[in-house]
């Protein structure tokens, strides 16, 4: 079972910034894709950023040139670093781990973007 644990969500200003990290267990977290979605109220699960194992990057496009993934094998762990946020950012961020043909969930960690 390979547990996936989110940190560093918070409130934060319209403009301001935030990083998001995710630790994955296991010694094959190199070979996993990562994935961070994102859920607003009433909203269904949506993706926002992937990384494949090999670094290749994939963005959904309301936060291309906002957002940045990136993963730090050495420390199993995978970031989203957030820059220019808005309001319409407000969501609880999940982080995904996949390892086909299984897949593993965090708990989330709430962003809220206000003034």
């Known amino acids: 079972q390979v547990q996936v644990v989110e940190s560093g969500g918070g409130l934060v200003q319209p403009g301001g910034s935030l990083r998001l990290s995710c630790a994955a267990s296991?010694?094959?977290?190199?070979?996993?894709?990562m994935g961070w979605y994102r859920q607003a109220p009433g909203k269904q699960r949506v993706l926002v950023a992937d990384?494949?194992?090999?670094?290749?990057?994939n963005y959904q496009d309301s936060v291309k040139g906002r957002f940045t993934i990136s993963r730090d094998n050495a420390k199993n762990t995978v970031y989203l670093e957030m820059n220019s946020l808005k309001p319409e950012d407000t969501a609880v961020y999940y982080c995904?781990?996949?390892?086909?043909?299984?897949?593993?969930w965090g708990q989330g960690t709430q962003v809220t973007v206000s003034s």
């Open positions: 995904n781990a996949r390892l086909a043909p299984r897949d593993y």
């Open positions: 296991g010694s094959l977290f190199s070979l996993y894709f």
């Open positions: 990384i494949t194992s090999g670094g290749d990057t």
